[in-house]
């Protein structure tokens, strides 16, 4: 009697809200995600009818976006296992339904977003493309599989991922950035239903994905991921830790970014191509900065940090008072370029944009991103500049500029970045 008396008890609830924020905020906290965040975002599928909520979450990468619905429980626990799952299970069902629904809006209503830090913002029908929709659901501790009859599979090739609350929060601590997250969200869509990993092991799942070269395919079974973050941690221990290090340096891209949020630069001087010159408010221009910096994965993160200290250091007794590198995308059309310089901010800001100019007209490219800071044994504080360059509107170019310029940009270096920095490789002039 004692025993059912006990199970019967109420157990003390948890606010559903402070759960839901708690989410949010370990997303946010991925450097400049809160930009790319939206908290209930609204359509209507008609002109003057009544706005309904998309989706809990919307997360928004330029043309990409992944829909979020949040299933929390009132219980911290669940005395009796088989009624846990099966709300588990219950919960699953209804928040698939809703991200399909979710789907559809996206590809057939106008999408509107009152955005703490954008202000209103608006995206027409289809203007956002969605591959990917999340369905985070607590299980509280209690191990639950998605149930075969719960596809993973969406309208139109898109996937459904399923994540339990504490892994969907360690997932984003160990990803870090958004475009981590959406190529691990691209690999983890080739599993099929027998490969699916139990709701509360996703690192099992994310070790094999890492130790894997970051490919997942169909052949997986949820067996083979069984005690691979063991493993991880363990046998390949001296990687992990190593890795775990060099991730520290990426701190100092987080700073970068935050300063761009704050950052109010000079734009007046500056030639046309500029985008000081393109009608642009300064909170634009910063989101167009920083919208490129955040697109850089973490282990490319991991790599300008090092080059921003080299060059930083060397900053320090350059003959010319300054030394910088550009970072190229893979499809080499664009490129960030940093400056250290020991000049005046005037005269380092006349530097910037004589380099991003001759960057882009030597190499071709369609945009140049600047940032420019002191060098490293500055004294006082540190300060930064940021820019962007269009060269559309550029102007014609001394042939004798050009031809040095040519010269200062001939080295060119491809490194074969791994997530295990003993595992990266360099070739010079390839």
């Not at 775990?244 to 100092?252: D, G, L, N, R, S």
């Not at 960057?359 to 060098?375: C, D, F, K, W």
Request: net charge neutral.
């Amino acid at each position: 009697m004692n025993k059912e008396r006990v199970e019967k008890a109420p157990q003390k609830p948890l606010d559903k809200g402070s759960r839901f924020e708690q989410l949010l905020a370990q997303i946010v906290s991925v450097p400049l995600l809160a930009e790319f965040v939206h908290v209930n975002p609204h359509f209507s599928r008609n002109q003057g009818a009544t706005s309904r909520e998309l989706c809990d979450v919307l997360i928004e990468d330029g043309e990409f976006a992944v829909p979020l619905q949040l299933k929390t429980s009132l219980v911290r626990g669940w005395a009796d296992p088989l009624r846990g799952r099966k709300w588990v299970t219950k919960k699953l069902r209804e928040a698939r339904n809703q991200a399909v629904g979710a789907y559809r809006s996206l590809c057939g209503c106008e999408i509107n977003s009152n955005h703490p830090i954008r202000g209103n913002v608006c995206y027409a029908a289809g203007m956002l493309k969605c591959e990917h929709m999340i369905v985070v659901v607590t299980c509280n501790g209690l191990e639950c599989a998605v149930p075969n009859e719960v596809s993973s599979r969406g309208p139109n090739a898109t996937t459904i991922h399923y994540f339990d609350f504490n892994d969907f929060l360690s997932l984003c601590d160990i990803v870090k950035t958004l475009p981590d997250l959406y190529i691990y969200l691209n690999e983890r869509g080739k599993l099929a239903a027998w490969g699916r990993p139990l709701l509360t092991r996703e690192c099992d799942l994310y070790a094999y994905y890492l130790t894997h070269a970051g490919r997942l395919d169909s052949t997986i079974v949820a067996s083979d991921l069984i005690g691979e973050w063991d493993r991880l941690t363990s046998q390949n221990y001296r990687e992990y830790v190593e890795m775990i290090e060099a991730y520290k340096e990426t701190k100092v891209f987080t700073l970068l970014i935050e300063e761009v949020r704050r950052c109010v630069t000079d734009f007046s001087d500056y030639k046309p191509g500029l985008a000081g010159e393109l009608a642009l408010s300064q909170q634009q221009i910063n989101f167009l900065v920083a919208r490129k910096l955040n697109a850089l994965r973490l282990i490319e993160r991991r790599e300008f940090c090092k080059r921003m200290r080299d060059k930083m250091t060397l900053a320090d007794a350059s003959s010319i008072g300054f030394n910088f590198f550009a970072a190229f995308n893979d499809s080499r059309d664009s490129a960030i370029l940093f400056l250290a310089s020991r000049e005046p901010r005037d005269k380092r800001r006349k530097c910037l944009e004589t380099l991003m100019v001759y960057l882009s007209v030597t190499q071709h490219l369609s945009e140049v991103v600047g940032v420019a800071t002191e060098n490293l044994s500055v004294d006082g504080g540190r300060s930064c500049d940021f820019a962007i360059y269009n060269p559309a509107t550029a102007e014609n170019h001394d042939p004798d500029d050009v031809k040095l310029c040519q010269r200062l940009f001939k080295d060119i270096e491809v490194v074969r970045l791994n997530v295990f920095p003993g595992q990266s490789r360099r070739i010079i002039n390839p």
